[in-house]
């Protein structure tokens, strides 16, 4: 299990003062690799690792209801579910009984069942799966955080601790006062456009704000306003001036990524 990250490890603190610390690493490291591939378009071990976390997310709850949990190879998801599902209501909160486990019968069908396995004739669906699972295991960390923190954090600041872990971030790219810099080689000022746009999809970007993220990094004005004007087919214009990226523009993007990431990995 790699080390945490410092906004993770602060989650599994506060996770941890209601739930047993032998399971909350291992689902803070689950949901973390979740993230990272879901940022590099790998929807299929994305979705995979969702089914990892809502094991170990079973797991916590099990053990906090005070019953042993089954070694892996007994542990069966399904039964665990339908027997917090049968708890008492007396005997624990709905969000324990209820709540968390039916979010995480959804996740595991769609790990479990969908996957790559789908019909070469309809609409791929592992994107749209990843992105469906991966948000509610980001939902289910901030419900645990605020079970456990409960009275003592607010539910906004549970959520945005919990957001927190699933901003887009590579080690290619850093923020600084909200402003991206994209430290990937060789990036034409239109690439630097279409990752700017990606960045904050499905959010808009003015020109003017997308020209002054490729002038920031060392193009000239005239290249920023020429890298804007041939986004044309991969973006929407509202009519104002404000752009929000297409489908093929986010695949290109993710794309892009992808390959630096894999360039950087082999020169490290």
Known sequence: MRPAAPATQSIAQMIGTSFAQKYTP????????????????????????????VESTLKALWSYLGNPVPKSKD???????RQLEQTPSANADDTIRLTIPRACRFIYEVASNRGARHDPDEVNPNRMDASTVVSLCAWILAEMLRYS????????????????LTEKKFPLIELVDGR???????????????????????????????????????????????AVSRLGSVVDDDGDGNLRLLSPGVEEAESLLSRAAERSKARS
């Open 75 to 81: 542990f069966k998801v399904d039964a665990v579910i």
């Open 149 to 164: 923190q409960k009275g003592s954090l607010d539910p906004a600041k549970a959520a945005d601790a919990v957001a927190s």
């Open 180 to 226: 991206a810099y994209f430290h990937v080689r060789e990036l034409s000022a239109r690439d630097i456009a279409l990752l700017s746009l990606w960045r904050i999809f499905p959010n808009r970007l003015s020109k003017k704000e997308v020209a002054a993220a490729v002038v920031r990094h060392q193009f000239s004005a005239g290249n920023a306003k020429m």
């Open 26 to 53: 291992a689902l803070l490291d689950h949901f973390d690799a979740a993230v990272a591939s879901f940022q590099v378009g790998d929807w299929e071990k994305a979705t995979l690792r969702c089914g990892k976390f």
